[in-house]
């Protein structure tokens, strides 16, 4: 059974940046893409971005493109997302999923809070 | 942009009964490659979204045969036989064949039980 385990909650301040990991267990990030989605309080899903570790290709949302960096670390099969310059409307759960073109598995969720 | 447009946005079922969700996309899902780009997701409270149908009618691995998905093009069902107090929560459809590459959701349905 694939798990995607991600870090724990953070609360950070306006201006500074987050850096959430996501981890897979019972498989590898190898072969498929992990992509970031987010969910505002009480909201939708907005996608994020997503990488191919395989191919180290990323693809960014337009609304993220200057503030977002997404990595893998193939040999730990782990994924990372970056979102710096952070303001009170990132305040969110952050997700991880398993696919390109659909997540069939999904991390538990990171809430990150954005509050002086 | 795709824009996905769930109708209705609340639903309030009767244990056995039969439940339908619209969704509604603002262009053709079906690409060239054969594939429709169409998907449905439950999100339980305090939980991540969990995958129902893949490709319009496909029921991901352990779904149970009580959920259906149909449609094609711009206009797709999910049907929900035999309601059970478990199917509470959030129902969103997704498309997913938009350039550039973004994963759209719908604003979402909330099913709860009479």
């Known amino acids: 059974q694939v798990q995607l385990v991600q870090s724990g909650a953070e609360v950070k301040t306006p201006g500074s940046s987050v850096k959430v990991s996501c981890q897979a267990s019972g ?90 | 942009d795709v824009v996905m447009t769930q109708t209705p946005l609340s639903l309030s079922v009767t244990p056995g009964q039969s439940a339908s969700i619209s969704c509604k996309s603002s262009q053709s899902l079906m690409h060239s490659d054969g594939k429709t780009y169409l998907y449905w997701y439950l999100q339980k409270a305090g939980q991540p979204p969990q995958l129902l149908i893949y490709e319009v009618s496909k029921r991901f691995s352990g779904v149970s045969e009580r959920f259906s998905g149909s449609g094609s093009g711009t206009d797709f069902t999910l049907t929900i036989s035999r309601v059970e107090a478990e199917d509470v929560g959030v129902y969103y459809c997704m498309e997913s064949i938009q350039l550039p590459p973004a994963w759209t959701f719908g604003q979402g349905t909330k099913v709860e039980i009479k």
Not at chain 1, 34 to 51: D, H, K, L, N, Y
Not at chain 1, 75 to 90: H, I, V
Request: hydrophobic letters at 35%; a positive charge.
């Open chain 1, 27 to 116: 498989g590898s990030l190898k072969s498929h893409a992990i992509t970031w989605v987010r969910q505002a309080p009480g909201q939708g899903f907005q996608w994020m971005g997503r990488i191919m570790p395989m191919l180290g290709v990323t693809n960014y949302a337009q609304n993220f493109q200057d503030r977002l960096t997404i990595t893998a670390d193939k040999s730990t099969g782990t994924a990372y997302m970056e979102l710096r310059s952070l303001r009170s409307e990132d305040t969110a759960i952050y997700f991880c999923a398993r696919g390109y073109d659909y997540g069939p598995y999904w991390g538990q969720g990171t809430l990150v809070t954005v509050s002086s």
